[in-house]
């Protein structure tokens, strides 16, 4: 492969290594005359996969793009530079963006100018930038999650020496701050609070592609979140893998409590977070919730099982009961609490009984809502080497089986809604109907109804009429 330069390639055992602390980098890049008279007036699309930061990833790296006067299309044939943000959480993910790119090789042909490359994680793996490399040749450029802030230099050598090219480094990673970004709503926007994941659950690839866990600075965060407020977002969601955690790594006595209730008191309309692990979960937390109406009563509280062997194979730090124990303590204080979570179904080996544990205390939590996943082996992570003994087609219906049993809840929830009124955040007009708009109130439960597309990024008052399980409908009211 003499036409390729590696830069960095990922080492699954040097992402898996936690010791440096982390460096704040203040992003200062000045685009050269070169790349701004190339790309100038030139078009980006971006295709992004998976979760909530990736989604914030994309909107740096358009951000960036912009400082070279690109603009984005959703069109990937009239494209200069195509960008695809990937997700490696679980094989079906892989498999969407592998389709994406087999496309490019019909528009490559077409559009032979074009500037194919890949980011995100899944090529924070090996095996898949070696495969991608062999078997994809209309990919140009695979740059990984750590070095998005170096895109413009990338793009710099990239037209320089016209070889592919691969920057994917998997050091514990840096905080870069001072980064430019283009946001993809200007009512609701996500900010990091930290990034990567120290908690090693053994089924998860995420600790090896987003690095060690590295808390942003307060400061940082609030200069971010007072911009937001003073340009008229109407909602903030503060992200990180696990949010529970942030400060543990900063000397400033800073927590997850007190990063809440400074970014409440900036005003913002609606504040949320994601994702919280339940062991992480402080009471003093629960306290700040319960004090700021403009913090959306609703948690996103991943418990993956019910079963306390499946929870220790899984390396998940808490037991079925303490899980109880907190949703107890939150209830208490909170009685309107939403609570929402991700299981996953048909982890090596689990049994039937270790399933059923997982419906009785889902059932016994009462969730409104729920991610549900069947288990998919991630090559490198400690579950992937476990001989599994239970076949695709039982994990099916198990999970069919969960479904079912969620839905009972879920529309328990939704049926306790119709009649009542509540402030929903209006997101688009509805895919289906033109006249509809869709929405959602604190629960984040999708709400249809009639409007006029001006109320996109408004908070209006919804009252439900029916309810359709996992989508509700009603009419907006007057004051
Ligand atoms: N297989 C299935 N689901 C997974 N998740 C993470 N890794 C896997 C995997 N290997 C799920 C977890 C996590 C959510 C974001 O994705 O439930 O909370
Ligand atoms: Fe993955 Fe567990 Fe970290 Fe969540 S807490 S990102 S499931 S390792």
């Known amino acids: 492969m003499a036409n390729i330069i590696y830069k960095n390639m990922p080492d699954m055992n040097e992402g898996r290594k936690r010791v440096q602390k982390p460096n704040t980098i203040i992003y200062d890049y000045e685009p050269s005359e070169k790349l701004i008279s190339k790309f100038k007036g030139k078009k980006v699309y971006i295709s992004t996969y998976g979760c909530q930061a990736n989604i914030r990833d994309e909107e740096t790296i358009l951000g960036i793009l912009s400082t070279i006067d690109m603009e984005r299309t959703l069109n990937p044939i009239e494209a200069d530079i195509a960008i695809l943000n990937t997700c490696a959480v679980r094989e079906n993910a892989e498999d969407k963006v592998y389709g994406e790119i087999g496309e490019f090789k019909a528009i490559k042909a077409k559009n032979k100018e074009l500037i194919l490359m890949l980011c995100g994680c899944m090529v924070e793996q090996k095996h898949i930038i070696e495969f991608v490399l062999e078997k994809y040749p209309q990919v140009d450029v695979i740059f990984g999650t750590h070095n998005i802030h170096d895109l413009l230099k990338i793009l710099d050598d990239f037209i320089l020496k016209h070889k592919r090219y691969v920057d994917v480094s998997s050091k514990e990673g840096d905080i870069i701050e001072n980064l430019p970004v283009t946001r993809i709503d200007n009512y609701k926007a996500f900010v990091n609070i930290s990034y990567g994941c120290d908690k090693f659950c053994t089924y998860c690839i995420v600790p090896y592609t987003r690095g060690k866990e590295r808390s942003r600075n307060i400061k940082d965060i609030l200069k971010e979140c007072k911009e937001l407020v003073d340009s008229g977002y109407q909602e903030i969601t503060l992200l990180g893998q696990n949010v529970d955690s942030y400060g543990k790594d900063l000397d400033d006595g800073t927590n997850f409590a007190i990063l809440l209730e400074e970014v409440a008191k900036l005003g913002i309309p609606r504040l949320r977070f994601l994702t919280s692990y339940p062991s992480d979960f402080k009471d003093d937390v629960i306290d700040v919730i319960a004090k700021y109406d403009n913090i959306m009563k609703y948690i996103h509280l991943p418990i993956q099982s019910g079963s306390d062997s499946v929870l220790k194979r899984m390396g998940r730090r808490y037991t079925s009961e303490e899980y109880l124990a907190l949703v107890d303590r939150i209830r208490a204080k909170i009685p309107n609490i939403a609570l929402s979570t991700d299981i996953i179904v048909g982890f090596p080996n689990e049994t039937y009984e270790e399933f059923l544990k997982t419906i ?103 009252k439900i009429t029916e309810n359709h399980l996992y989508s509700l409908l009603g009419e907006i009211v007057n004051e």
């Open 360 to 462: 009785e205390i889902s059932r016994k939590v009462d969730y409104t809502s729920a991610f549900t996943f069947i288990y998919s082996p991630r090559k490198g992570t400690p579950a992937a080497k476990l001989v599994d003994n239970v076949t695709y087609e039982e994990k099916s219906k198990r999970f069919k089986e969960l479904v079912d049993a969620l839905a009972i809840d879920f529309n328990k929830h939704a049926n306790e809604m119709v009649g009542k009124t509540y402030e929903v955040l209006v997101e688009s007009v509805s895919k289906k109907n033109k006249e509809m708009l869709s929405g959602y109130p604190y629960n984040n439960k999708v709400v249809h109804f009639k409007g006029d597309e001006s109320l996109i990024g408004k908070i209006v008052k919804v």
